[in-house]
């Protein structure tokens, strides 16, 4: 009897499922469109830097990228080496899309309440259609495409459960560029939440939320001033650009970001940073609305497990007082409401409720 | 049913942002100053409501942005282009066709302006000219332009009618061209439309496409 009610079941919901599944497939033009929507002809002004330094001269941060193109650029000119950066950036965006809906298809898979998988779906689009692929697309030769990229390849893991992959793909972040730990917030926040809640897996777990923190401190520390001078002296650059990254962008310290920020941005443009903000969080919210509506019953500490839903959200945004590449920075947020939605609806992160 | 009210009320909103976002241009902010653009999108994105909307949002942004300040008191010395440039480097000598063209990237809010273009009254030097005011970019258009004989005080002034959407996909962009063997271009600026001249502006006349250069 139980073989029966199940089968009959099963043919009801595999329809349901596949259309579904159709729909993720088919809103990832939707992407698609936001890549083109922001993706400019040209390589970004100041974008050069990330591929032309390298750790010839010594440890530096930021370093990794041009390190791994070096033996390209000894064959041909930055000029040249342009269209290959352009085809990889836009090879990245794609796949964020891509990893983006493998994700929710992961979530439809594990939901068996119809509301909750129309939700979902419809939380894909929105996500697709937020100003997140644009603003990435936009920043052509910049490496948050990369970043962004590792955070969902780990994410992906993490949900897997294979959370040590997921700490050694970490690792390598925060040698990209050290905003890494930023973007990695939201994720590192949840598994913190999970190692409390469910008292499992505690060690791997810390582990994945840690590695990228320890990392950018090395990566702080070992940098090299001397390094970077002579990276950047011997750099195909223009003089003023070489004289702006390390005015702007090297000799910048943390204390005289935050500085800089208070000083000048908050103070002179709080008026601005509130419209902007509006602006590009309002998918997020809706988000983090989803994920409630989804998964909110079964959440274990309901009102607690909403808040580290909304401060996981809201985690990237710290960056913000350190840098004010303003956009760039909300955009991340609408990936970290998605990251959110996705693990807050994980049974091995926050298993369900038994009233759930 | 709660449950399904709500789940519709959801979906609805997710439906509602998704397709105002779709539309929408990308918006790129930094705290003083944003710029919006559709790269490889169909032109009629540009036309569409969330489009509107989103301009109408940021159009105060760049209400006080230092960069524009900057060009506005200097703008003679952000002109760039083929003419020989003065000692000090902000007055330019068009010579026949020779045409100097800037700032770069200048974002301002929509309204009515008035451009100043002055050039020197000397009696060696004081061809015709034709001056500009049109946005940069893929919606590129010619805003105000006057061709002829520098008037005998040197000053041309152009009133122009920056839109919304003009100012929100487009840089500004301020033009001169010599016409004549010699026309010195010493100041450039621009200021708000007072009352007066609002009132005595035009109505509202087609812009033309700005010509590629």
């Not at chain 1, 794609?94 to 992961?106: E, H, K, T």
């Not at chain 1, 919210?285 to 909403?306: E, H, K, N, Q, S």
């Not at chain 1, 007082?321 to 091995?348: E, H, K, M, P, Y």
Request: hydrophobic residues 50%.
């Amino acid at each position: 009897m139980w073989f029966a009610e199940a089968s009959v079941s099963q043919v009801r919901e595999a329809p349901r499922i596949r259309v579904e599944q159709a729909l993720l497939a088919l809103f990832t033009i939707a992407g698609t469109v936001g890549i083109l929507k922001g993706l400019p002809p040209d390589l970004i002004d100041g974008s050069e830097y990330y591929w032309v330094l390298s750790y010839r001269h010594g440890f530096i941060k930021r370093g990794f990228v041009g390190t791994l193109v070096r033996p390209l650029l000894e064959r041909w000119s930055f000029d040249q080496l342009k269209p290959l950066i352009m085809t990889a950036h836009i090879a990245a965006c794609l796949w964020i899309v891509y990893a983006c809906y493998r994700l929710f298809r992961w979530a439809l898979h594990g939901e068996r309440d119809v509301e909750a998988r129309i939700t979902l779906t419809m939380s894909f689009l929105c996500l697709m259609c937020s100003q997140l692929m644009p603003t990435l697309a936009h920043d052509a030769g910049y490496v948050d495409v990369y970043v962004i990229a590792l955070v969902l390849g780990a994410f992906s893991l993490i949900v897997k459960e294979r959370y040590v992959e997921a700490a050694l793909l970490t690792a390598v972040g925060p040698f990209v560029h050290e905003s890494f730990i930023f973007v990695w917030a939201p994720v590192a926040i949840i598994l913190l939440w999970s190692s409390a809640v469910t008292k499992a897996g505690v060690g791997k777990k810390l582990l994945a939320a840690a590695m990228p923190a320890v990392l950018t401190a090395a990566v702080i520390v070992l940098h090299s001033d001397r390094a970077v001078r002579l990276s950047i002296e011997a750099a195909p650059l223009s003089e003023d650009t070489k004289g702006l990254l390390i005015t702007h962008i090297f000799e910048q310290t943390i204390p005289s970001a935050f500085h800089h920020m208070m000083v000048y941005d908050f103070r002179d443009d709080l008026g601005n940073f509130a419209i902007a903000a509006a602006y590009f969080l309002l998918p997020a919210a809706v988000l983090i609305w989803a994920a409630a509506f989804c998964y909110g019953r079964a959440w274990p500490a309901r009102r607690t497990t909403f808040l580290v839903v909304v401060l996981a959200t809201l985690s990237p945004l710290t960056i913000l007082v350190l840098a004010w590449d303003l956009s760039r920075f909300l955009a991340w947020s609408n990936l970290a409401a998605f990251v959110a939605l996705i693990a807050s609806g994980s049974r091995t992160l926050l298993p369900p409720t038994r009233r759930a | 049913m709660k449950r399904r009210i709500h789940a519709v009320a959801l979906n609805a909103a997710l439906a509602g942002v998704a397709v105002f976002y779709m539309f929408s241009p990308t918006v790129y902010a930094y705290f003083s100053e944003v710029s919006m653009v559709y790269s490889h999108v169909p032109e009629w994105f540009a036309a569409t409501a969330p489009a509107h909307l989103t301009a109408r949002i940021f159009d105060r942004y760049n209400a006080n942005a230092p960069r524009a300040v900057r060009f506005r008191q200097t703008l003679s010395c952000f002109l760039v282009g083929p003419a020989r440039r003065g000692p000090s480097g902000c007055t330019h000598a068009l010579g026949y066709g020779e045409t100097v063209s800037g700032p770069p990237m200048l974002k301002i809010t929509s309204g009515q302006y008035v451009a100043r273009f002055e050039f020197s009254s000397s009696a060696s030097c004081v061809g015709p000219v034709r001056v500009e005011v049109l946005t940069a970019g893929r919606f590129g258009r010619v805003l105000a332009g006057y061709s002829g004989p520098v008037p005998p005080d040197g000053r041309v002034e152009l009133p122009f009618r920056l839109r919304l959407m003009a100012a929100a996909l487009g840089t500004v962009e301020f033009r001169a061209t010599g016409l004549g063997q010699c026309a010195e271009l010493a100041r450039a600026d621009w200021r708000e439309a007072s009352d007066v001249e609002r009132a005595w502006a035009s109505p509202v006349t087609p812009d033309r496409r700005a010509p590629s250069r």
